[in-house]
C-alpha cells in the first residue's frame, strides 16, 4: 500500500489558508493544521471582554476554519518565544509594529519542527505572491522559506504555479497543475475558488492577523516600552493595551479607564497589582494606574476619572484611591474639563 | 479518574491550548473537567473536541463559571 503523504498547514482562520488546504486535499493529502498564539491575535479576546460584542457568535475562526475543512488542529502557545521576534526583528517593521516578515520565518520554522516531529512530509502556507507589502512580495517568499529552514518543502498551493517546483512536485506527491497562480493584492480568484468549493463564510479581518497591524495598537506598545525605558512585555501588558482608554498625562504614569461594563469587569482581575480608583458619588468606571504617580498627581488622575463618570457635569466628584497595600484614600475634586486634556495624553 | 483544569481568568484561546496540552497526557477514555471564565469556551472547546476526537459529556454554568466535562478520544496524535 502506498504511503498516506501528511502536510501540516499554518492556519490563521482567514479564507487563504482555508483554500490552500482544500487545493490539497482535492489531491489527495492529508492535513493537519497548526495555529500559533503569538497573544496579538486578533481572535477572541475583545470580544470575550467587551459586553457589546457578546451578543456576536464566539467562535475562534482557526478551530472553525478546521472544523469546516475536517482537519485536526493544533494551537501553539509562543507567547514567549515570540517577543525575540517582535523586538529584534531582523528585516524590520511594516507599517506598524507588525515585523510580518520575521514572524513568517518563525512560524514557518515552527511548522517545520512541528513536521520533522510528527513524521509529516512537507507544510503548505495560503501565501500569494503580491498579497501582502512585507512578507508575500516574490523576492521576500524565497526569504521564507530559506531562512525558516523548510526549503523546497515549503508549498504554496494558491500561488505555486508562479514558483520554482518544490520537493512534493518533484516527488509526484502533488501535482503541479493542480496547484493555481494567484497574485497581486485582488482577491477575486480567492473568491471565485471559495465559490467552487462551496464556502460561503469565512473570516476576512482587515489589515493583518494581528494587532500590530493596528496603529493606535502600535503607538501604545510603544509608549509602554518608552515609558519603562525597556523594549519588554509580558501577556497581562499586551491584554491590557486591548482594553479601555488609555490616558497618560505624564510620562511615569497613566490611567486605563474602563469604557463599559465588560471592560470594568476585566480589570477588576488587576485591581490587586495596580493602585486603582472608583468613583464613589456618581456611577463611573474603574481605573486603573500603571505607573506611580505623586500626591499632585494622584489628584489630577481622580480628576479624570470623574470626567469619565456620570458625575462629569457635576461640581464635585468623590473618588477612592486603593493603594497596592490595601490602603484606601478618599479625594474629592473637580472633573476635568474636556480642554484641559491635550490629544497627545490620549494613547 | 476525572481530573480538574483550572483555566479561570484565562481568555480563549489559552483555555483551549490549556486543554490540549493536557488532553495529550491523558489516555483514551480518560475525563477531564475544564474550568474557565471566559465564555468563548463554550463554543472552542467543543468545536476543538469535535475536530479532535474527544467528546463533551456534559457543560455546566453557574454564575460566571463554567464546566465543561471531557472524555478523552482515541485518536489523539
Ligand atoms: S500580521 Fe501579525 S501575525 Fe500576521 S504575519 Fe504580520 S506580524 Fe505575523
Given at each position: 500500500?502506498e504511503r498516506?503523504?501528511?502536510?501540516?498547514?499554518?492556519?490563521?482562520?482567514?479564507?487563504?489558508?482555508m483554500?490552500?488546504?482544500?487545493?490539497?486535499q482535492?489531491?489527495?493529502i492529508?492535513?493537519?493544521?497548526?495555529?500559533?498564539?503569538?497573544?496579538?491575535?486578533v481572535?477572541?479576546?475583545?470580544?470575550?471582554?467587551?459586553?457589546?460584542?457578546?451578543?456576536?457568535?464566539?467562535?475562534?475562526?482557526?478551530?472553525?476554519?478546521?472544523?469546516?475543512?475536517?482537519?485536526k488542529?493544533?494551537?501553539?502557545?509562543?507567547?514567549?518565544?515570540?517577543?525575540?521576534?517582535?523586538?529584534?526583528?531582523?528585516h524590520?517593521?511594516?507599517a506598524?509594529?507588525?515585523?510580518c516578515?520575521?514572524?513568517?520565518?518563525?512560524?514557518?520554522?515552527?511548522a517545520?519542527?512541528?513536521?520533522?516531529?510528527?513524521?509529516?512530509?512537507?507544510?503548505?502556507?495560503?501565501?500569494?505572491?503580491?498579497?501582502?507589502?512585507?512578507?508575500?512580495?516574490?523576492?521576500?517568499?524565497?526569504v521564507?522559506?530559506n531562512?525558516?529552514?523548510?526549503?523546497d518543502?515549503?508549498?504554496?498551493?494558491?500561488?505555486?504555479?508562479?514558483?520554482?517546483?518544490?520537493?512534493?512536485?518533484?516527488?509526484?506527491w502533488?501535482?503541479?497543475?493542480?496547484?493555481?497562480?494567484?497574485?497581486?493584492?485582488?482577491?477575486?480568484?480567492?473568491?471565485?475558488?471559495?465559490?467552487?468549493?462551496?464556502f460561503?463564510?469565512w473570516?476576512?479581518?482587515?489589515?493583518?492577523?494581528?494587532?500590530?497591524?493596528d496603529?493606535?495598537?502600535?503607538?501604545?506598545?510603544?509608549?509602554?516600552?518608552?515609558?519603562?525605558?525597556?523594549?519588554?512585555?509580558d501577556?497581562?501588558?499586551?491584554?491590557?493595551?486591548?482594553?479601555?482608554?488609555?490616558?497618560?498625562?505624564a510620562?511615569?504614569?497613566k490611567?486605563?479607564?474602563?469604557?463599559?461594563?465588560?471592560?470594568?469587569?476585566?480589570?477588576?482581575g488587576?485591581?490587586?497589582?495596580?493602585?486603582?480608583?472608583?468613583?464613589e458619588?456618581h456611577?463611573?468606571?474603574l481605573?486603573?494606574?500603571?505607573?506611580?504617580?505623586n500626591?499632585?498627581?494622584?489628584?489630577l488622575?481622580?480628576?479624570?476619572?470623574?470626567?469619565y463618570?456620570?458625575?462629569?457635569?457635576?461640581?464635585?466628584?468623590?473618588v477612592?484611591?486603593?493603594?497596592?497595600?490595601?490602603?484606601e484614600?478618599?479625594?474629592?475634586?473637580?472633573p476635568?474639563?474636556?480642554?484641559?486634556?491635550?490629544?497627545?495624553?490620549?494613547? | 479518574?476525572?481530573?480538574?483544569?483550572?483555566?479561570?481568568?484565562?481568555?480563549?484561546?489559552?483555555?483551549v491550548?490549556?486543554t490540549?496540552?493536557?488532553?495529550?497526557t491523558?489516555?483514551?477514555?480518560?475525563?477531564?473537567?475544564?474550568?474557565?471564565?471566559?465564555?468563548g469556551?463554550?463554543?472552542?472547546?467543543?468545536?476543538?473536541?469535535?475536530?479532535?476526537?474527544?467528546?463533551?459529556?456534559?457543560t455546566?454554568?453557574?454564575?460566571?463559571?463554567?464546566?465543561?466535562?471531557?472524555?478523552?478520544g482515541?485518536?489523539?496524535s
Amino acid at each position: 500500500m502506498e504511503r498516506q503523504i501528511k502536510a501540516v498547514a499554518l492556519i490563521s482562520g482567514g479564507l487563504d489558508s482555508m483554500l490552500a488546504v482544500r487545493v490539497m486535499q482535492e489531491q489527495g493529502i492529508h492535513v493537519e493544521g497548526i495555529n500559533f498564539f503569538t497573544g496579538f491575535c486578533v481572535e477572541g479576546h475583545t470580544h470575550a471582554i467587551r459586553k457589546r460584542d457578546q451578543k456576536k457568535p464566539k467562535r475562534n475562526n482557526a478551530l472553525w476554519v478546521a472544523e469546516m475543512l475536517g482537519i485536526k488542529l493544533h494551537i501553539i502557545d509562543i507567547v514567549d518565544e515570540y517577543k525575540d521576534v517582535l523586538l529584534h526583528p531582523k528585516h524590520g517593521y511594516g507599517a506598524n509594529m507588525n515585523p510580518c516578515l520575521d514572524c513568517k520565518i518563525f512560524m514557518v520554522k515552527k511548522a517545520l519542527e512541528w513536521m520533522e516531529k510528527n513524521g509529516f512530509d512537507f507544510i503548505i502556507t495560503g501565501e500569494v505572491v503580491g498579497q501582502r507589502p512585507m512578507s508575500q512580495r516574490s523576492d521576500t517568499m524565497p526569504v521564507v522559506a530559506n531562512q525558516s529552514g523548510a526549503m523546497d518543502r515549503l508549498v504554496r498551493p494558491l500561488c505555486g504555479r508562479n514558483l520554482p517546483a518544490t520537493l512534493p512536485e518533484r516527488e509526484g506527491w502533488i501535482r503541479r497543475e493542480g496547484l493555481y497562480d494567484f497574485s497581486g493584492r485582488s482577491r477575486k480568484p480567492q473568491m471565485a475558488l471559495a465559490r467552487q468549493y462551496g464556502f460561503t463564510d469565512w473570516a476576512s479581518p482587515a489589515g493583518g492577523c494581528c494587532f500590530l497591524t493596528d496603529e493606535a495598537y502600535s503607538h501604545k506598545l510603544v509608549d509602554l516600552w518608552q515609558s519603562r525605558s525597556s523594549r519588554d512585555y509580558d501577556l497581562d501588558d499586551i491584554l491590557l493595551l486591548k482594553v479601555g482608554r488609555h490616558v497618560r498625562p505624564a510620562p511615569h504614569f497613566k490611567l486605563i479607564v474602563g469604557r463599559e461594563e465588560g471592560e470594568n469587569n476585566f480589570l477588576e482581575g488587576y485591581r490587586k497589582e495596580f493602585i486603582h480608583l472608583r468613583c464613589e458619588s456618581h456611577l463611573g468606571p474603574l481605573v486603573l494606574i500603571d505607573g506611580d504617580p505623586n500626591v499632585e498627581e494622584m489628584r489630577l488622575a481622580a480628576a479624570i476619572a470623574a470626567r469619565y463618570s456620570q458625575g462629569r457635569m457635576a461640581d464635585s466628584v468623590e473618588v477612592s484611591v486603593h493603594y497596592r497595600d490595601g490602603r484606601e484614600e478618599r479625594l474629592t475634586v473637580a472633573p476635568l474639563d474636556p480642554t484641559q486634556m491635550p490629544p497627545e495624553w490620549m494613547l | 479518574m476525572s481530573e480538574t483544569l483550572d483555566a479561570r481568568r484565562l481568555l480563549c484561546p489559552l483555555p483551549v491550548i490549556r486543554t490540549q496540552d493536557k488532553v495529550v497526557t491523558l489516555s483514551p477514555g480518560a475525563r477531564l473537567t475544564v474550568i474557565a471564565t471566559d465564555p468563548g469556551v463554550l463554543n472552542d472547546i467543543p468545536a476543538w473536541c469535535r475536530i479532535n476526537g474527544h467528546r463533551v459529556l456534559a457543560t455546566r454554568q453557574e454564575g460566571r463559571e463554567i464546566e465543561i466535562d471531557i472524555e478523552v478520544g482515541g485518536d489523539e496524535s
